[in-house]
């Protein structure tokens, strides 16, 4: 179901580029760039952060849509695709995460 969802809401978020800002949110996202979706996703990793230090389930659910909803914004804007990142994660399935960080050559913190 999950990947059923990303796909659709990829769809549309791909008719969007080229689209009228002023008629749809992301088009206008896509009109002003890089620097302003970055910007966007920036604010709702905050915002998650801030509802998972306050406890309420419903609100930290509210806050990820969000954030999960302007990566995919930059995901399209990017040309790629959450395949590709569920790709990515299928592949790091079952690794022990110290390992994938050494096997890509992160210090570990």
Do not use: C, N
């Not at 790629?80 to 990142?85: A, E, W």
Request: hydrophobic residues 40%; glycine residues 10%; charged residues 25%.
């Amino acid at each position: 179901m999950a990947d059923e969802i990303l796909t659709r809401l990829h769809a549309v978020l791909l008719s969007r580029k080229g689209g009228d800002p002023q008629v749809s949110y992301v088009s206008s996202l896509y009109h002003r760039g890089i620097d302003t979706i970055l910007k966007k996703v920036g604010e709702e990793a905050v915002e998650t952060v801030i509802a998972g230090k306050g406890g309420q389930p419903g609100q930290v659910i509210h806050e990820m849509a969000d954030l999960w909803f302007h990566s995919l914004v930059l995901l399209a804007y990017l040309d790629l695709t959450p395949d590709q990142v569920l790709a990515e994660l299928e592949r790091r399935f079952g690794q022990s995460g110290l390992s994938e960080k050494a096997a890509r050559g992160e210090a570990r913190s």
